[in-house]
């Protein structure tokens, strides 16, 4: 059973950065997708970024491409995104989420909510103008 701690959110002005963190517990030797996603007030939840375990292999929402930054430190099972740049529409809850069923889910099209089995809690992330 994999569980997931978020850390990192708050407040900031555009243009500003936030870190996020995910503690990973439970987790096997399989390789995993790893991905965060975020809930905007009134909008569904979306994918922003996505790692497979102990790779390199990264992917990202347009939106966020070459202001975020998805990372993973397997010594510390800790998955973070660096979130540069910072703009009002970045508003939301961010989850991380991880699957070990199939880390082809790791591509942006496969992002959907049922490709996904463990979600943290989420952290807040508010930007203002």
């Known amino acids: 059973q994999v569980q997931l701690e978020e850390s990192g959110g708050g407040s900031v002005q555009a243009g500003g950065s936030l870190r996020l963190s995910c503690a990973v517990s439970?987790?096997?030797?399989?390789?995993?997708?790893m991905a965060w996603f975020r809930q905007a007030p009134g909008k569904e939840r979306e994918g922003v970024a996505s790692a497979i375990s102990g790779t390199r292999a990264t992917f990202y929402a347009v939106s966020v491409q070459g202001r975020f930054t998805i990372s993973q430190d397997n010594a510390r099972n800790t998955l973070s995104l660096q979130m540069d740049s910072l703009q009002p529409e970045d508003t939301g809850l961010y989850y991380c989420?991880?699957?070990?069923?199939?880390?082809?889910?790791?591509?942006?099209?496969?992002?959907?909510?049922?490709?996904?089995?463990?979600w943290g809690q989420g952290t807040q992330v508010t930007v203002s103008s």
């Open positions: 989420a991880v699957t070990t069923r199939n880390w082809y889910a790791c591509a942006p099209q496969s992002w959907t909510l049922e490709n996904f089995d463990y």
């Open positions: 439970g987790g096997t030797d399989a390789k995993m997708c």
